[in-house]
């Protein structure tokens, strides 16, 4: 999952990481274990180059968030029941401490990096964007129409000298 | 420590330094010695993959994710061979004279600005797109915005040979964006500037610069340096600033200069962002074509300017609000999605600043004062009366709480959507304008450089990057600081002859 000499931020916090991925991403259904190894290797990958302070923050939000709904339910958000954590997590994102909204913010962000860079889910959701643009979009009958000068077969003309482009 | 000679030493090779790079050529062929030292590396046109993670990892600073200290904005910032030029989606606009005007520094005229951008739009191959390029993310949008009684305007883009990728953002996988990177800093290499990539300035005595030069680690993208890894000394008789806001005024306040300029690191703006997304019944052609071809300029009335764009899908993710099930929703229906990014017309004020931490980082302290908040709420109105006047079936607006609007509730925009559901840290807004900390003005009283960027009390040193704007610009930045750069470098020119 690591590459040699990077040490892992989030192996000793899976649990909590996926409670919170439970209610933030889509269908649980959708993650199975092998879409969950994936994206946490993505996460680990992403958090390797960041300073140890950004590393220690959110094994710190994990252990805080896993352990908070213990004041009010005796229970863990691991134990949680899944509409139950997603009621607290809302509370969260509302919360109106910024440390706690941004804490949520910050998983959020590192889930949906972790999930929707996966090329399965972006071919899931209907995302095809192509390096050869509109000739991949559109198949041979445009590349065949394309000009050497222009690959694009567009037919960019310069702004005349007399047009503006201010905004 | 390697001790290296030049004469002009540029640091930064984006829209400031690629183009004092270029100007100050015809100084080599008199046999001086120019060099230009990127921080970031210089990337093979084959390495433009296109693939979301791969790219923002080694185009942007932090991996596209630096934040301001209080985590509630990101801001996204280039470090390539090239700087931000390789991967902004090439809208190329002249300087509005209200704002240069309003900006008030002595002899700085609109004209002069003006012409100067001309040439660079001309270099750039500006023009705008054809409407057989148009796709139909940008048709709606134009559509949208005529029948809600805005007048949408086509941006003119630097673009040439544009397969229409949608990938600006990522860098053009096709080489067809005219950035600095393609045209002014091969032209001075050409002419004999020297570039060194992966050079990390760290500090600037009296002129004189430390230089860190960095290996490329393994299996990341780009090429070596030009230069040996390790330590430099680099002395030269002027040295010019281009690293842009969060490196030029953070290496001139951890090298000691703050105490005698006291505007250094203020009067930071950024043109605050988020994204609104509206989905509609059919499938529209999104993810193929340039993203960003039309915008409405509401920036004199309501302080706020609307663009189109096209994100990818993380990118979308992360800057929709929310999560779950909504979130999902959206993100499933990308194929129908039409997007417009909205962008608020900042205003310098105190407390809003860059500035550097002990070991040199950039830092940002940016607070949305009551004005942005209200410009953000008013320009999701006015998006989401565009998105609705388009056909979508529904949008999803930031700030309405909870953030989906079904088309039926199309008559409730006004109320629905309030810049009182603004909350720092579960919007989430990004900038990619980032401008000031290193203001031109008058005196040291009021700024840090004079009107040609050179900084007050230092001869030998100049700004020529868009940290020199006293203000918010209002507009993309590229082709004024290509401008505010001719000029620096006509004055390097000057002192040098």
């Known amino acids: 999952m690591n590459g040699p000499g990077i040490e892992p931020v989030l192996s000793s916090l899976q649990a909590p990481l996926r409670a919170i991925g439970s209610v933030v991403l889509p269908s649980p259904e959708a993650l199975d274990e092998e879409v969950w190894l994936e994206a946490e290797a993505i996460m680990e990958r992403a958090l390797a180059s960041k300073p140890s302070g950004i590393k220690r923050q959110i094994r710190l939000f994990l252990r805080l968030v896993n352990f908070l709904p213990v004041l009010t339910t005796r229970r863990t958000l691991v134990k949680l029941p899944v509409e139950r954590r997603a009621a607290f997590l809302h509370r969260l994102h509302r919360s109106p401490l910024m440390p706690l909204r941004r804490g949520l913010w910050g998983i959020r962000t590192l889930l949906f990096m972790g999930y929707y860079n996966q090329e399965p889910v972006r071919r899931g959701i209907g995302y095809g964007a192509d390096p050869w643009g509109w000739t991949a979009h559109f198949g041979d009958q445009l590349r065949e129409a394309e000009t050497p000068d222009s690959p694009g077969g567009g037919t960019e003309e310069p702004l005349p000298e007399d047009e503006e482009v201010d905004s | 420590m390697k001790t290296v000679t030049a004469d002009v030493v540029i640091v930064g090779s984006g829209a400031g330094g690629g183009t004092v790079a270029q100007e100050l050529t015809p100084l080599v062929q008199s046999g001086k010695r120019v060099l230009v030292l990127e921080r970031g590396p210089r990337f093979r046109d084959e390495e433009f993959t296109g693939h979301e993670l791969d790219m923002a990892d080694g185009l942007y600073l932090d991996g596209g994710g630096f934040l301001t200290a209080d985590g509630a904005m990101t801001l996204a910032v280039g470090q390539a061979y090239g700087g931000s030029t390789v991967m902004y989606t090439g809208t190329s606009l002249h300087a509005p004279a209200r704002v240069i005007e309003g900006w008030g520094v002595q002899g700085l005229g609109h004209d002069d600005l003006v012409e100067r951008s001309r040439k660079y739009a001309e270099e750039g191959h500006v023009h705008r797109l054809p409407d057989k390029e148009i796709n139909d993310n940008n048709r709606l949008f134009v559509e949208g915005a005529k029948a809600a009684g805005f007048t949408p305007e086509q941006f003119p883009v630097n673009v040439k040979g544009c397969l229409g990728s949608s990938l600006c953002n990522l860098g053009c996988p096709n080489g067809a964006k005219q950035g600095t990177h393609k045209v002014q800093l091969p032209r001075a290499e050409a002419g004999g500037v020297e570039v060194v990539t992966r050079a990390d300035v760290i500090g600037i005595g009296d002129r004189e610069l430390g230089v860190r030069v960095h290996s490329r680690s393994e299996g990341a993208m780009g090429s070596v340096s030009e230069w040996d890894p ?268």
Not at chain 2, 328 to 353: E, H, S, T, W
Request: charged share 20%; proline share 8%; aromatic share 8%.
């Open chain 2, 230 to 497: 390790g330590e430099y000394w680099v002395k030269a008789e002027v040295v010019v600033l281009a690293g842009g806001v969060l490196g030029t005024p953070p290496l001139l306040l951890h090298s000691g200069f703050g105490p005698r300029l006291p505007n250094l690191g203020h009067g930071f703006t950024c043109h605050p962002a988020f994204i609104l997304v509206a989905e509609h019944p059919e499938e529209i052609t999104n993810d193929v074509g340039h993203p960003k071809s039309f915008f409405v300029d509401r920036g004199v009335e309501e302080g706020f300017v609307l663009e189109t764009c096209m994100y990818f899908p993380f990118v979308t993710a992360k800057n929709l609000t929310g999560y779950g099930p909504d979130h999902a929703a959206f993100m499933n229906a990308y194929p129908r999605l039409q997007m417009i990014l909205v962008l608020a017309c900042d205003k310098a004020v105190p407390g809003n600043r860059v500035g550097s931490d002990s070991a040199g980082n950039p830092t940002v302290h940016y607070t949305f004062t009551p004005p942005v908040v209200e410009s953000l709420a008013a320009a999701t109105r006015s998006a989401a009366r565009i998105f609705f006047a388009a056909g979508a079936l529904r949008v999803h607006a930031p700030l309405a709480d909870p953030p989906r609007l079904e088309r039926s509730e199309a008559p409730q925009i006004d109320e629905r959507i309030q810049g009182r559901s603004f909350l720092p840290g579960t919007v989430s807004v990004s900038a990619a304008h980032l401008m000031g900390g290193a203001g031109m003005g008058n005196s040291a009283r009021d700024s840090v450089t004079d009107v040609w960027g050179r900084v007050h009390g230092h001869p030998w040193l100049r700004v020529a990057d868009a940290s020199l704007f006293p203000d918010s610009l209002e507009i993309n930045p590229y082709l004024t600081i290509m401008a505010l750069a001719d000029r620096v470098a006509e004055g390097v020119l000057e002192d040098i002859s």
